[in-house]
């Protein structure tokens, strides 16, 4: 007798991936059959536990146990939870989390052991900056509150990358470099992220940055301080560009096909997306911009190797290059990274 069950179950866990992220679905739905479910399920866990840190209706004695049992959660067959606020985007995948955990529960070990591993840290990184007032001050924090939310994600997957066998042990050995291939990605998304955060009282960018330019990061917003808050992005573009090199290094180093456009294609958003902020004003009294969505199909059907992706990744460095105000501090920083892209590949 045929196990309907199973394709309900599939059906549904593809509806919520879809639901999460529809462009990026697709990407996760090219992968090889080899990894497709593993980081598909990877994906759908990370998102639970984001929707959780991301619930500030959710009580702090609630929500810490739950950040740090995460890990011991996707294990816990029946597992769901109802309790988010209303207005949280992704909360019915939490109502049906027990479809993830089935789904977990029959991957491979070493992709369970990987996912619950990366889970674990993730959350207790959570937990640290959810306790009240944890800000992020120095750049160290930023650099730390990045590794928690998306650098482990980046080690986490080129642990499967590497088990698989679809790509060299080297791959995971060198963290360094899959951590900034999550940096890079979450310090474009916080820069872009300013006025939403801010109006959720969320404060990401580091003080050690727009200290230099503001009393308070939402006098950033005052249309008296323009040219502050311009100053201040350009220091923020600044600070995610110095990933760049490493991001294209970790590309560089992957062979196959469906793996690495699974990894180009949010890093060539990103870059796109940082040339979109670099000099736009309106990232300070509009919510919500993005590139646009013939520049994203451009870029997904242009990062197929390492030689394209240098390209659009030397392009887009230019670009931001020629449009930095020479009277910023960052101006000589950001033209002497935007060069040694000209050298790279
Ligand atoms: C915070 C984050 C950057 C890690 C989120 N993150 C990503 O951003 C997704 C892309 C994504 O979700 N795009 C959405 C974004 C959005 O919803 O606005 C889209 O619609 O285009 O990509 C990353 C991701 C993909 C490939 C390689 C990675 C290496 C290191 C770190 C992350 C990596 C991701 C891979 C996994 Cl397995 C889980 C999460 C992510």
Redesign the pocket.
């Known amino acids: 007798k045929y196990d309907y069950s199973n394709d309900k179950v599939r059906e549904r866990i593809y509806y919520h991936l879809n639901n999460?992220?529809?462009?990026?679905s697709a990407?996760?739905q090219a992968l090889d059959p080899e990894l497709k479910d593993p980081?598909c399920i990877?994906?759908l866990v990370?998102?639970g536990l984001?929707t959780v840190e991301d619930d500030m209706t959710i009580d702090l004695d609630i929500k810490l146990p739950l950040l740090k049992s995460f890990h011991e959660i996707i294990y816990q067959p029946g597992w769901t939870f109802d309790k988010c606020g209303p207005k949280e985007k992704d909360r019915q995948l939490l109502v049906e989390f027990d479809i993830v955990i089935e789904t977990f529960l029959k991957l491979k070990p070493e992709y369970q052991k990987i996912i619950a591993d990366t889970t674990k840290r993730m959350g207790e990184g959570m937990a640290h900056y959810a306790t009240a007032g944890v800000h992020v001050n120095t750049t160290e924090d930023f650099d730390q509150y990045c590794h928690y939310?998306?650098?482990l994600?980046?080690l986490?997957?080129?642990g499967m990358f590497s088990a698989c066998n679809f790509e060299s042990p080297s791959v995971a050995k060198r963290e360094d470099l899959?951590n900034s291939?999550?940096l890079f990605?979450?310090k474009v998304?916080i820069t872009r992220d300013f006025l939403e955060d801010l109006r959720d009282n969320r404060h990401f960018w580091p003080k050690a940055i727009w200290g230099e330019y503001a009393d308070k990061m939402e006098d950033l917003a005052k249309p008296e301080n323009k040219e502050k808050a311009m100053e201040c992005m350009s220091h923020m573009v600044h600070n995610a560009l110095c990933h760049m090199q490493d991001v294209l290094e970790y590309l560089g180093q992957i062979k196959n096909p469906s793996v690495f456009h699974?990894?180009a294609?949010?890093?060539v958003?990103a870059i796109a997306t940082l040339n979109m902020l670099q000099g736009n004003y309106n990232i300070f009294t509009t919510e919500n911009v993005k590139i646009r969505k013939g520049e994203?199909v451009w870029l997904m059907k242009e990062s197929n190797n390492i030689d394209q992706v240098a390209a659009i990744f030397r392009l887009y460095a230019r670009q931001i290059n020629n449009k930095t105000n020479p009277l910023h501090r960052q101006f000589v920083d950001i033209g002497v990274l935007c060069g040694q892209i000209e050298q790279t590949c």
């Open positions: 999460t992220s529809r462009s990026f990407v996760i980081i990877f994906y990370l998102r984001d939310v998306a650098g994600v980046g986490g997957l080129s899959s291939m999550g990605l979450q998304n699974f990894c294609i949010p890093q958003m994203t």
